[in-house]
């Protein structure tokens, strides 16, 4: 596996470990009546970005090496969860963000199963 897979399997563990955790209750600044990151949140969210980054670069070179349906499904997929993400937590939808962070996480997925249909090519 290459560091990128690394970098994305272990960001996302402990970027989702530490928004987890129980904080303190008080917000950096709020998105909605009940939402808002404390410090510890920022924290995690700036891990999982970090450890997302490096997949949504890999877009441009699977577009150019299969042909982009792959990469444009994910693409999609990841533009409809982030928008769900942003919508369910403004308006106060409860939990219902987990589905909305699920998208992002299953675009991430087809892109790195992609990617790695091309890295190693089955014999």
Same mark, same amino acid.
């Given at each position: 596996m290459s560091w990128r897979?690394?970098?994305w399997?272990?960001g996302s563990?402990v970027?989702?470990a530490?928004v987890?955790?129980?904080?303190?209750?008080e917000?950096?600044?709020s998105?909605?009546?009940?939402h808002?990151?404390?410090p510890?949140d920022?924290l995690?969210v700036?891990?999982l970005?970090?450890?997302w980054?490096p997949i949504?670069?890999?877009l441009?070179?699977?577009?150019?090496?299969? $042909?982009a349906?792959?990469?444009?499904? %994910? =693409? /999609?997929?990841? &533009?409809?969860?982030?928008a769900?993400l942003?919508?369910?937590? @403004?308006a106060?939808? $409860?939990?219902?963000?987990?589905?909305a %962070? =699920? /998208?992002?996480? &299953?675009a991430?997925i087809?892109?790195i199963?992609?990617?790695? @249909?091309i890295?190693?090519?089955?014999?």
């Amino acid at each position: 596996m290459s560091w990128r897979s690394f970098l994305w399997i272990g960001g996302s563990v402990v970027g989702a470990a530490i928004v987890a955790l129980p904080d303190s209750g008080e917000r950096v600044f709020s998105f909605s009546r009940t939402h808002g990151p404390s410090p510890l949140d920022l924290l995690g969210v700036a891990m999982l970005l970090g450890s997302w980054l490096p997949i949504a670069l890999l877009l441009p070179s699977l577009w150019r090496a299969t $042909g982009a349906a792959a990469a444009r499904s %994910a =693409a /999609a997929i990841a &533009v409809i969860g982030a928008a769900g993400l942003v919508s369910t937590i @403004r308006a106060d939808m $409860g939990w219902m963000w987990l589905v909305a %962070a =699920a /998208a992002l996480v &299953v675009a991430q997925i087809i892109l790195i199963a992609d990617w790695l @249909r091309i890295a190693w090519p089955a014999r």
